[in-house]
């Protein structure tokens, strides 16, 4: 069972319609029981980073978050993705969830528009299970202000080019992955991903 962590900040249904479609178990939960009992866990996320890592504090979910990325599958959504980082510094400086080293700013580009929002084509810097069997050239769809700085680059997975090398998908290169874009509104390559993290073995995987 994969658990979509509902924790007020999230494209939760959104990412739950597209696990049905795809007839994965599924549910959206804040109860750390469940959390504990799930495969999987799913960390969405749409919004502010301070505001929504204030919303994992007050449902008591950081710990248990930490906690269970040790030991099972992992998937961060924009926001969510962001959240796995160290620190952040949209509006305010922020602690993550620390569960990759890095940073969050703001897209350091002058000639294009913020929010990038719309479809880009995946650039694969270092393969990793979930960007297998997408074809070639995928594009996946973005809406965001702010990206992610992997402080070793071997945790960049993938990229975008949008006036400079926006990460899209990262990896601690165990059980945590992030993606910037949305999967779940993605299409068939979107889908892939989600079938892809769905198959991640939860055997102990070899660290960067």
């Not at 900040?9 to 479609?21: E, T």
């Not at 030991?71 to 602690?95: H, R, V």
């Amino acid at each position: 069972m994969i658990a979509i962590i509902d924790y007020g900040a999230g494209n939760i249904f959104s990412v739950k319609n597209a696990l049905d479609y795809l007839g994965l178990e599924n549910q959206l939960t804040d109860d750390i029981s469940c959390i504990e009992q799930a495969d999987r866990i799913i960390l969405p996320g749409v919004g502010a980073f301070p505001a929504a890592m204030k919303m994992l504090e007050q449902k008591n979910l950081i710990s248990i978050l930490k906690e269970q990325a040790q030991k099972k599958p992992l998937l961060g959504i924009c926001l969510g993705m962001q959240m796995l980082l160290t620190k952040s510094y949209e509006f305010e400086e922020c602690d993550g969830l620390d569960l990759i080293p890095g940073t969050v700013d703001k897209i350091p580009v002058q000639d294009r528009i913020i929010p990038h929002m719309g479809w880009n084509a995946l650039e694969i810097q270092n393969p990793c299970a979930l960007l297998e069997n997408l074809g070639d050239s995928p594009y996946v769809y973005f809406v965001h202000s702010y990206m992610a700085n992997c402080e070793n680059r071997n945790h960049l997975s993938a990229w975008v080019d949008y006036g400079c090398q926006v990460p899209a998908v990262i990896t601690d290169g165990k059980y945590v992955f992030g993606t910037q874009y949305h999967p779940e509104k993605s299409g068939e390559v979107g889908l892939q991903i989600l079938r892809n993290f769905a198959a991640l073995d939860v055997l102990e995987r070899v660290l960067l």
